[in-house]
T-cell receptor
Framework: NAGVTQTPKFRVLKTGQSMTLLCAQD?????MYWYRQDPGMGLRLIHY???????AKGEVPDGYNVSRLKKQNFLLGLESAAPSQTSVYFC???????????FGPGTRLTVT | AQKITQTQPGMFVQEKEAVTLDCTYD???????LFWYKQPSSGEMIFLIY??????QNATEGRYSLNFQKARKSANLVISASQLGDSAMYFC????????????????FGTGTLLAVQP
């Protein structure tokens, strides 16, 4: 039981490049989330999903897209990376809306 | 708008002493949930404790307890008998209520308190 895993752990992109961050959970959780963490700002929600095939915008969705084609996977895409997207990205999942969220180890992304 | 405030950017505590980390929240909802997470220097987010707005008793989990004062809108974390391994960043978070009855479990985080436990 690996919990929540994220791929990759580190990545450096040049401005304008694209990439996809993969989040996978093996706990059969319905809800999944993508957050970003910046110094002094806590975690902010980018997008979330309340079930397979559903996605919705969070607090800071601009510049990101997501997809949840399979219940266990939640993908975060950056179509054209910008330096402002340099951050640590966390994926999380929860069984339902009333349970705590379990977090992945994070992905450190640098955009130069 | 819903908001979480953690006013202590950093705190020191001596090993084996108790420490309280402050958290205040702002919401107009009657039903909400409050969480505390720990983030050690390794970076992962670890769930510590949860308090529901309708829970009459303060939540406890081992050495962690949540001092919930609803009227004051505060949800302070108390760590008893601090250990060196407690040195970490601590985040308070609130579950945002769903709209039109649809719950989403979205979390709003505070900016965190960096706790340093000294031997």
């Amino acid at each position: 039981n690996a919990g929540v895993t994220q791929t990759p752990k580190f990545r450096v992109l040049k401005t304008g490049q694209s990439m996809t961050l993969l989040c996978a959970q093996d706990m059969n959780h319905e809800y999944m989330y993508w957050y970003r963490q910046d110094p002094g700002m806590g975690l902010r929600l980018i997008h979330y999903s309340v079930g397979e095939g559903t996605t919705a915008k969070g607090e800071v969705p601009d510049g990101y897209n997501v997809s949840r084609l399979k219940k266990q996977n939640f993908l975060l895409g950056l179509e054209s990376a910008a330096p402002s997207q340099t951050s640590v990205y966390f994926c999380a999942s929860s069984l339902t809306e009333v349970y705590e969220q379990y977090f992945g180890p994070g992905t450190r992304l640098t955009v130069t | 708008a819903q908001k979480i405030t953690q006013t202590q950017p950093g705190m020191f505590v001596q090993e084996k002493e108790a420490v309280t980390l402050d958290c205040t929240y702002d919401t107009s909802d009657q039903s909400y949930g409050l969480f505390w997470y720990k983030q050690p220097s390794s970076g992962e987010m670890i769930f510590l404790i949860y308090q529901g707005s309708y829970d009459e008793q303060n939540a406890t989990e081992g050495r962690y307890s949540l001092n919930f004062q609803k009227a004051r809108k505060s949800a302070n974390l108390v760590i008893s008998a601090s250990q060196l391994g407690d040195s970490a960043m601590y985040f308070c978070a609130m579950r945002e209520a769903g709209f039109y009855g649809g719950a989403t479990n979205k979390l709003i985080f505070g900016t965190g308190t960096l706790l340093a436990v000294q031997p």
